[in-house]
């Protein structure tokens, strides 16, 4: 049925959505972002589920966008630029809005878009040694539609400064500005993650449904005036020449010509 994701649902209703491009570092595609999106949407209306953990396969959690897709949007028209923007939005609202508990499950890097599949999550275990960032002002980018997931998770003080700077951090720092949960070994990840698990299990689905629906009410919505800024502000920076520079530079394995 997928191509880039696998789903599967064990006996007690905990089912795991996995990012299966691991050659590729689980970057978004336009194919995977598409299942991504209807995965979610199966996942939502099956009262069978309980939890969903999202995890990874490889190396990598998700190394954000993938930058071949980024480049067809840079190169495409408007409608072409709008829509690959759009869909990245939609599968960020559908992760973000799941009616069932997200636990991540991050057993690797992740950076840029791999940080707003992190934050859409209503919690996230990591191991240690794992290195993350927002890293899309090297590419001449801006993190557009993953910034009202990562700001809502991180807060305004750590966002000015991983936005801005494309830094890169390891576990303990993710953990301390509420990215991760919980941080853990190698070896005791599967453990953690479980633990995480356990106690949705023990309430009532329905409940825990309307408490995820309470907590949006009570923050600051994430609504259709904020996916369409977002889309735009995605779009302008296809647009800007700085992000041709930049993926061209990455994609060629040379500095752009800004580095000084």
């Not at 049925?1 to 590729?24: C, H, Y």
């Not at 999202?54 to 190394?63: I, K, N, P, R």
Request: charged share 20%.
């Amino acid at each position: 049925m997928f191509e880039t994701i696998l789903l599967s649902t064990d006996a007690r209703g905990v089912a795991t959505l996995l990012l299966n491009r691991p050659d590729k570092h689980n970057t978004l595609s336009a194919q995977m972002i598409a299942e991504l999106t209807e995965a979610a949407a199966l996942l939502g209306a099956d009262e069978a589920v309980r939890v969903v953990v999202l995890a990874a396969a490889g190396e990598s959690f998700c190394a954000g966008g993938d930058l071949t897709w980024m480049k067809a949007q840079i190169e495409g028209g408007e409608a072409a630029r709008r829509a690959g923007a759009m869909a990245l939005a939609r599968m960020l609202q559908a992760l973000n809005t799941l009616p069932k508990p997200l636990i991540g499950r991050v057993q690797g890097q992740a950076y840029g878009g791999g940080l707003g599949m992190m934050s859409v999550c209503d919690a996230c275990i990591g191991v240690e040694g794992a290195r993350f960032g927002l890293t899309e002002t090297k590419l001449g980018l801006i993190p557009a539609t993953i910034s009202p997931y990562v700001v809502a998770r991180i807060g305004a003080a750590a966002a000015r400064r991983h936005f801005l700077s494309a830094r890169l951090f390891g576990a303990e720092e993710a953990h301390r500005i509420g990215l991760l949960a919980q941080v853990a070994a190698p070896g005791d990840l599967d453990a953690a993650v479980a633990a995480e698990v356990a106690p949705f299990l023990a309430c009532a689905p329905r409940a825990v449904a309307a408490s995820k629906q309470l907590v949006a009410r009570l923050t600051p919505p994430i609504d259709e005036a904020v996916i369409a800024a977002t889309v735009d502000l995605l779009i302008a920076r296809w647009e800007d020449p700085e992000a041709a520079e930049g993926i061209a530079a990455f994609l060629g394995k040379r500095k752009p010509d800004w580095v000084r």
